[in-house]
Nanobody, 127 residues
Framework: QVQLVESGGGLVQAGGSLRLSCVAS????????MGWYRQAPGKEREGVACISRRGYNTHTAASVEDRFTISRDNAKNTVFLHMDNLNAEDTATYYC????????????????????WGQGTQVTVSS
C-alpha cells in the first residue's frame, strides 16, 4: 500500500520559515518524481515545486522561486519543502505527490500530475 505522509505545517508569523516533509512508503521512492502542491480555499491547486528522481532537476513556481526550495533524500524516502519569508498568500493546504511517468519536474508541476497523493498539511501564515 502506497502512502505519502506530510508533516511540518502549522501556524507561523509573516516573515517566518517552515520546512515541510513528506515520507513515502510502499513505493520505490527513487523511481518517482516528487512534487509539492498547495490549495487555498476557493482557489485551484497550484504546483509549487517539483524534483526529479535523483534530485538533479527542480522546478519552482515563479510566485515562490526566491523563497521556497525543494529537496529530497532518497535514502530516507523523503522529500522536503523549505519555505522562507512566508506571507499570508502562502496560507494553504500543502500536498505532496509522486509521479512515476515519463515527466520532467517542470511538466509535473505545470500539469499538476501525480500517481499518488498525500492527505496534506495545513500552513497558516498570520500577518
Amino acid at each position: 500500500q502506497v502512502q505519502l505522509v506530510e508533516s511540518g505545517g502549522g501556524l507561523v508569523q509573516a516573515g517566518g520559515s517552515l520546512r515541510l516533509s513528506c515520507v513515502a512508503s510502499g513505493v520505490a521512492f527513487s523511481d518517482y518524481d516528487m512534487g509539492w502542491y498547495r490549495q487555498a480555499p476557493g482557489k485551484e491547486r497550484e504546483g509549487v515545486a517539483c524534483i526529479s528522481r535523483r534530485g538533479y532537476n527542480t522546478h519552482t513556481a515563479a510566485s515562490v522561486e526566491d523563497r521556497f526550495t525543494i529537496s529530497r533524500d532518497n535514502a530516507k524516502n523523503t522529500v522536503f519543502l523549505h519555505m522562507d519569508n512566508l506571507n499570508a498568500e502562502d496560507t494553504a493546504t500543502y500536498y505532496c505527490a509522486a509521479d512515476g511517468g515519463p515527466v520532467t519536474a517542470q511538466a509535473m508541476c505545470v500539469q499538476k500530475s501525480g500517481d499518488y497523493w498525500g492527505q496534506g498539511t495545513q500552513v497558516t501564515v498570520s500577518s
